[in-house]
């Protein structure tokens, strides 16, 4: 289950790379919290999520990263 989990979280990500930044420059990218939750990094993952919806409460992608990540841990 956690596989499939990643492997959709990884889905998304991937057009997202191709699209305009939609965060600010210091913001943690949906790249990398994508690395450190295949890497196992829940708290580190969570850590940088809440940044970047914190940043930016009206984010979709944000929101549904976010999701996907209480699914996993």
Do not use: R
Request: glycine letters at 2%; proline letters at 4%; aromatic letters at 6%.
């Amino acid at each position: 289950m956690k596989v499939k989990l990643l492997i959709q979280l990884a889905a998304l990500l991937i057009p997202i790379s191709f699209t305009a930044p939609a965060f600010s420059a210091e913001d943690a990218s949906m790249h990398q919290v994508c690395l450190a939750a295949e890497a196992g990094k829940s708290n580190e993952a969570q850590s940088m999520i809440d940044k970047l919806l914190h940043d930016n409460p009206t984010s979709a992608e944000a929101h549904y990263v976010e999701a996907n990540l209480a699914l996993l841990y």
